[in-house]
T-cell receptor
Framework: GQNIDQPTEMTATEGAIVQINCTYQTSGFNGLFWYQQHAGEAPTFLSYNVLDGLEEKGRFSSFLSRSKGYSYLLLKELQMKDSASYLCAVSDSNYQLIWGAGTKLIIKP | IAGITQAPTSQILAAGRRMTLRCTQDMRHNAMYWYRQDLGLGLRLIHYSNTAGTTGKGEVPDGYSVSRANTDDFPLTLASAVPSQTSVYFC???????????????FGPGTRLTVL
């Protein structure tokens, strides 16, 4: 079956750095997405990786290793507004997104 | 620019009733999707449409139907609601799907549905 694993919850301190991991096993691979979802709101797009390596976008970076079925989202200089759930999703061989359950990130002052 | 709108925002429904959740996008996207989101689970695809006039079944289609008469609208109908359909429903759209590659999906604000 298809499976996306990510930690259920993480806690970090304002101003620090946090890394959220995602491992996947899917039938085919056409890219990996990270979305941010604040409580009670819709998911919003953060990043897309289809090739191995690191993609940097401001305070957020996303890394992909296709051979290891692994990705991480790196958040730097954490702000209170970064408290949210972070969703990992993989586009499978049919170009449908398979979603992880999400990682709830709690930022403490 | 509205993006994607959904209606209603929330609804409490008696079991056995029929309900249609509305979704409209103004981005002229070809592909549209309906997901449900339940606590502790990832988003699960109910139905999708790669282009106007076509629809397909996702991971959890039972009890739901969709239609895609035009590019902008993609309503989701629960013919006879059951309590297990209590969930948050998100509509999403992307510029294209399938053979044209992997496009970013953009989400509407969601509909919170409670079936009693």
């Amino acid at each position: 079956g298809q499976n996306i694993d990510q930690p259920t919850e993480m806690t970090a301190t304002e101003g620090a750095i946090v890394q959220i991991n995602c491992t996947y096993q899917t039938s085919g691979f056409n890219g990996l997405f990270w979305y941010q979802q604040h409580a009670g709101e819709a998911p919003t797009f953060l990043s897309y990786n289809v090739l191995d390596g690191l993609e940097e976008k401001g305070r957020f970076s996303s890394f992909l290793s296709r051979s290891k079925g692994y990705s991480y989202l790196l958040l730097k200089e954490l702000q209170m507004k970064d408290s949210a759930s972070y969703l990992c999703a993989v586009s499978d061989s049919n170009y449908q997104l398979i979603w992880g359950a999400g990682t709830k990130l709690i930022i403490k002052p | 620019i509205a993006g994607i709108t959904q209606a209603p925002t929330s609804q409490i429904l008696a079991a056995g009733r029929r309900m249609t959740l509305r979704c409209t996008q103004d981005m002229r996207h070809n592909a549209m999707y309906w997901y449900r989101q339940d606590l502790g689970l990832g988003l699960r695809l109910i139905h999708y449409s790669n282009t106007a006039g076509t629809t397909g079944k996702g991971e959890v289609p039972d009890g739901y139907s969709v239609s895609r008469a035009n590019t902008d609208d993609f309503p989701l109908t629960l013919a006879s609601a059951v309590p297990s359909q209590t969930s948050v429903y998100f509509c999403a759209s992307s510029e294209s799907a399938g053979e044209k590659g992997t496009d970013t999906q953009y989400f509407g604000p969601g509909t919170r549905l409670t079936v009693l």
